[in-house]
């Protein structure tokens, strides 16, 4: 049983930091890209950033700048640094992962259960 176990959520000021992580367990031979998504109350889940497995990251554009994602394959761990946050970075964030349990199996897409991020203006 794979899961995604994110952490690090929480109420912070306009202009202040946050750092999510998020931990890979259970069955899992490889893990390929990973991501993170957030979601506000009433719009849909929207892409914040992602990495590849070599570590090649994408930064969607409320991201750039002041975000930065990082991931450790030995740990299975990814994590998302949030600098300068402001109030409509408030959301749901949830972690995504490509995953195969199997030697030359296919990838299946896997979430975390989400944790609250919310910036106070």
């Known amino acids: 049983q794979v899961q995604l176990v994110e952490s690090g959520g929480g109420l912070v000021q306009a202009g202040g930091s946050l750092r999510l992580s998020c931990v890979v367990t259970?069955?899992?031979?490889?893990?390929?890209?990973m991501g993170w998504y957030r979601q506000a109350p009433g719009k849909q889940r929207d892409l914040v950033a992602d990495i590849t497995s070599d570590g090649n990251a994408l930064y969607k554009e409320p991201a750039k700048g002041r975000f930065t994602i990082s991931r450790d394959n030995d740990k299975n761990t990814m994590t998302l640094q949030m600098d300068s946050l402001k109030p409509e970075d408030t959301a749901v964030y949830y972690c995504?992962?490509?995953?195969?349990?199997?030697?030359?199996?296919?990838?299946?897409?896997?979430w975390g259960q989400g944790t609250q991020v919310t910036v106070s203006s």
């Open positions: 259970g069955n899992v031979f490889i893990v390929g890209g």
């Open positions: 995504n992962a490509k995953i195969s349990a199997y030697p030359y199996g296919d990838y299946d897409d896997y």
